[in-house]
C-alpha cells in the first residue's frame, strides 16, 4: 500500500538524535554528504558505512524502516549501477558488441552503488528524527541571512512546512480514491502503458479536486486567524542551539577528518 | 448465504511501526435478498469490515467467501467478486470524475465489459433507482447539489447490477431532508429489486426502521447482533459503547416496558393501549 512507503517520513522518538536542533542537523547532513563526496577509497567508504550504522542505531528508527525506505529507489540505483558497469571505458574484461565489462566499471559502480544508498540513508535519517515543523523552523532560521537580502524566507518555510503536513493526507486520499474505483471495477494493475495512463484519470481528476478543495479551505481558515506572513509573528517556543549540538557538531567534523586521512592511507 | 465472515482479523500495515488492528475475530452471514445494517461509533471498524466484502481487503485472519468463492484464494476472480457486491464508499461523491453524469454511471458497466445497449440500459435504471432525473445527464457532475452528487455517486455503482449493495455511512453529512430521501430510496430499492442490501451507519434513528437485522461494532469486534428492536433494547449497554438508542425506544422502555425502534411501532402501541382501556 501506499502508506507503506517510509522514505521522508518522520519517525517519532526521543533519541539523542531526535533532540538535536533541526538547524544544527540539517547542517550536518550537509557535512555528511560532504563526508560522502569525498571518500575515495574503500577504508574511507567503510568508515562513511560504520558511522552511518552508529547513528541509525543512536537514532532508534529500526533498521528494517530504515532500509524500507531505499525500496522506491532499488530501479534507479540498479539502473545506475548497470549503467556504469557496462558503460564505463578500461581494460576489458567481457565484451558483446557495444557493451563491455571492464574493471573500472565494476570498481566504478560499486563505488557509484555505496554513495547513493550511504546518500539515501544519512538524509533520510534527517527526516527520520525530525518533525516536519521542526524542520521547517530550522530551514527558516537557516535561511536568514538571505531574508534581509529580499528573500521571502517565512513564506518560503511555511511554504513546505503545508506541503510536507499534506503528504501523508493525500496519500490517504489517493488510496481511498483508487479503492472505490476499484469498487468500480477499475484497473490500475494490467495493460500497456497508454491503457495504464488512461486509468490514472479516474484516480488523478478527483485528487486534484480534492487537494484543491483543502487548499482552500486552509486558506480560508488561516485568513479567519489572521495569518498575515512572516513579520511581527512571534514563536511559541523559541529553539536553541545547546551543548549537545556542538557535541554533535565535533562528532561530525571528527568524521570528516577520518574520511580525509582515510583516503590518504588507504 | 451470499456473504460469510469468518473469524476475520485485519491489521493495517503489518509488521510496520504503525500496525493497527481494526478486526479482531469477527464472524457474520449474509443471506440473499436481506437488509442488514452495521453500526458502531467512528474507528470500530465498519468500513474496514465491508471492504472485506468485495475483495478490497483480504483478512490477515481468518477467511471471506463471497458467492461461493474465497477472497484469499489466489485464484479468486476479484473483478467478478467486485461486480457482485457493489460497494459504495463514504462520502462517494468524492470518487466522480467523468465529464459527464451520464458518464460517469457508465464508468463500472463499461469496466465489467457490458456492451454499449446493456450499458445504456443499467445507466437509466439505476438513475432511476436512486431518484436521479435523466434531464441531469448531460450535466458535469460537479454541477450538482450535494445530494444530487451522492445519488449519481451511488447509481455509478448500482449500474454494475450487483447482487448485493453496500452503502458505507450513505447519510453521512447530508442534512435531515436529505437523509430521509436517500434513505428511503435505499428502502424501495430493497423492496422492488428484493437486492441483498448492507447498511454502515454511525447513527441509530437512520436505520432502525429499515434493517431485519443488526450488528453492533466495538473496538473491531462484533458487540452485539440481532433484531433492531432486540438490539435497541439494550440501549444501557449501547450507551457504554458510545452509541444512543433512537429516543422513542427509551421512552417507550421506560414507559410501557416494551421494546420498539420506531415511531411508528410507538403509535401502534400506544393507540393499541389506549384501545383496550
Ligand atoms: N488505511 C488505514 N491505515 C491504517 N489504519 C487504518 C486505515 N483505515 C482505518 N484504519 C484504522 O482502523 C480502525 C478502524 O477504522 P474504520 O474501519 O475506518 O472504522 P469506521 O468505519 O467504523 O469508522 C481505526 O482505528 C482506524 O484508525
Ligand atoms: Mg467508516
Known amino acids: ?74 530501479a534507479f540505483i540498479a539502473f545506475t549501477a548497470v549503467l556504469n558497469l557496462l558503460m564505463t571505458s578500461g581494460t576489458v574484461i567481457w565484451q558483446w558488441g557495444f557493451l563491455r565489462l571492464t574493471y573500472e566499471g565494476a570498481a566504478y559502480a560499486v563505488q557509484m552503488l555505496a554513495r547513493i544508498v550511504l546518500l539515501v540513508l544519512g538524509t533520510s535519517l534527517l527526516t527520520y528524527t525530525t518533525s516536519p515543523i521542526a524542520l521547517t523552523d530550522g530551514i527558516e532560521r537557516l535561511l536568514k541571512p538571505f531574508g534581509k537580502m529580499g528573500l521571502p524566507t517565512h513564506e518560503l518555510a511555511m511554504m513546505m512546512s503545508i506541503a510536507l503536513r499534506f503528504v501523508p493526507t493525500l496519500l490517504e486520499e489517493t488510496d481511498k480514491i483508487m479503492k472505490a474505483q476499484m469498487a468500480r471495477g477499475a484497473d490500475f494493475q494490467s495493460g500497456n502503458l497508454l491503457k495504464r495512463a488512461k486509468a490514472l484519470i479516474p484516480l488523478l481528476v478527483p485528487l486534484f479536486i480534492s487537494a484543491i478543495r483543502r487548499a482552500e479551505e486552509l486558506a480560508t481558515a488561516m485568513d479567519c486567524r489572521c495569518y498575515r506572513g512572516g513579520n511581527h509573528r512571534t514563536r511559541l517556543s523559541e529553539a536553541k542551539v545547546t551543548a549537545a549540538d556542538y557535541a554533535a557538531g565535533c562528532v561530525f567534523a571528527g568524521l570528516m577528518t577520518l574520511v580525509i586521512f582515510a583516503n590518504k592511507v588507504g | 448465504m451470499i456473504i460469510q465472515a469468518q473469524n476475520v482479523s485485519y491489521i493495517y500495515s503489518e509488521g510496520g511501526p504503525f500496525e493497527k488492528g481494526a478486526l479482531k475475530d469477527v464472524s457474520m452471514t449474509v443471506e440473499s435478498g436481506a437488509f442488514i ?34 477472497t484469499l484464494d489466489k485464484k479468486a476472480d476479484l473483478k467478478t467478486v467486485r461486480a457482485k457486491v457493489g460497494l459504495v464508499f463514504q462520502y462517494p461523491e468524492h470518487q466522480l470524475f467523468a465529464e459527464t453524469v451520464y458518464k460517469d454511471i457508465a464508468f463500472a458497466p463499461g469496466n465489467m465489459g457490458f456492451s454499449a445497449d446493456e450499458t445504456d440500459a443499467a445507466v437509466r435504471e439505476s438513475a432511476a433507482l436512486v431518484g436521479l432525473s435523466e434531464t441531469l445527464f448531460e450535466k458535469s457532475p460537479f454541477e450538482l447539489s450535494g445530494g444530487q452528487k451522492r445519488r449519481a455517486a451511488i447509481a455509478g455503482v448500482l449500474a454494475m447490477r450487483p447482487q448485493v449493495l453496500v452503502l458505507d455511512e450513505p447519510t453521512a453529512g447530508l442534512d435531515p431532508r436529505g ?43 462484533i458487540a452485539m447482533q440481532g433484531t433492531p428492536a432486540e438490539v435497541y433494547s439494550r440501549y444501557e449497554r449501547l450507551e457504554q459503547m458510545g452509541l444512543t438508542a433512537p429516543q422513542v425506544t427509551r421512552l417507550m422502555k421506560q414507559r410501557y416496558g416494551v421494546d420498539v425502534c420506531t415511531v411508528e411501532q410507538a403509535k401502534d402501541y400506544i393507540l393499541g393501549v389506549l384501545r383496550r382501556a
Open chain 2, 179 to 221: 437523509r430521509e430521501d436517500i434513505l428511503s430510496q435505499i428502502k424501495r430499492l430493497h423492496a422492488e429489486t428484493g437486492m441483498t442490501v448492507i447498511l454502515v451507519s454511525h447513527g441509530m434513528e437512520d436505520i432502525a426502521n429499515c434493517v431485519d437485522y443488526l450488528y453492533v461494532m466495538d473496538h473491531g469486534t
Open chain 1, 1 to 74: 500500500m501506499l502508506k507503506d512507503i517510509t522514505l521522508g517520513q518522520y519517525f517519532p522518538g526521543n533519541s539523542p538524535l531526535h533532540r538535536l536542533d533541526a538547524m544544527v542537523k540539517i547542517v550536518l547532513t550537509f557535512v555528511f554528504l560532504s563526508a560522502v563526496f569525498t571518500a575515495k577509497t574503500a577504508l574511507a567508504y567503510a568508515a562513511v558505512a560504520a558511522f552511518t550504522v552508529v547513528i541509525i542505531m543512536i537514532s532508534g528508527v529500526p533498521f528494517k524502516f530504515v532500509v524500507k525506505g531505499l525500496k522506491p529507489l532499488v
Open chain 2, 37 to 70: 445494517g452495521i453500526i458502531g461509533h467512528t474507528g470500530s471498524g465498519k468500513s474496514t469490515l465491508v471492504q472485506h466484502f468485495n475483495g478490497l481487503l483480504r483478512p490477515t485472519g481468518g477467511k471471506v467467501i463471497v458467492c461461493g468463492a474465497d
